[in-house]
């Protein structure tokens, strides 16, 4: 078990803030049903979905900027689960970027990879694995998001989802799988030990010049395309 409960340069456990946030919490008091669902929620609701300077940063960080997107999601979710001594692992892939239309728009979206890094949590409890991707979208943007399209009967591409049943997503855990973007899968990289094995191995299909398009303008205009969507569906 030691390898799913290491502590790594991105899965920062040690980290001050990391710690105050689980005394604050009293993570460690809890049954491990109780902790991992709590855990679970806080990283799904009160981190924001949102879209990070990168892949590979820090859990610190992640808190610190208070949103993230799949793959930044994952690295706090396994952070906060290891550093309460829940077990867990990276499931690495690559997503279409249809699902990304809407919060990503016009000549930015046309320019960006067909093909987006893609990660969620899989973390053992009871002696099985559960898939955690459903802690992706928060739930105040993904309720907004089925109040705007509550026509929707079949499948929803777009805005961050891409699922079968967007009016009841399986969000919630509760000993389950949890998805909200799988049915944009299409590359399967296998599991991995850490993020840090992953994206050693794996990055986003980036040069130096895109990658600093995208920290510097793009993630900024997704962010704010996913506020506005915030706003206009109030």
Known sequence: MEKYLAETEILDISNTAIQNLIK???WKSMDTLTRVKSIYNFVKDEIKFGYNNSDNIPASQILK????QCNTKAI???TLLRATGIPNRIHGFTIDKALQKGAL???WYKLSPQNILHSWVEV??????????GVILDNSYLTKLQEKNKD???SFCGYGVFTDNLANPTIEWNLNNTFIQDKGINQDFGVFN???EFYAKHQQ??????RFIYQNVVRHLMNANVQRIRNELK
């Open 205 to 210: 299909k980036l040069n130096a010049f895109e």
């Open 105 to 107: 728009t016009g000549i």
């Open 24 to 26: 604050c919490k009293k």
């Open 124 to 133: 053992l409890v009871n002696d099985q694995w559960y898939f955690l991707e």
């Open 152 to 154: 929707c009967k079949t």
């Open 76 to 78: 706090l979710l396994m």
């Open 194 to 196: 850490t993020p840090d």
């Open 65 to 68: 900027d208070g949103y993230g």
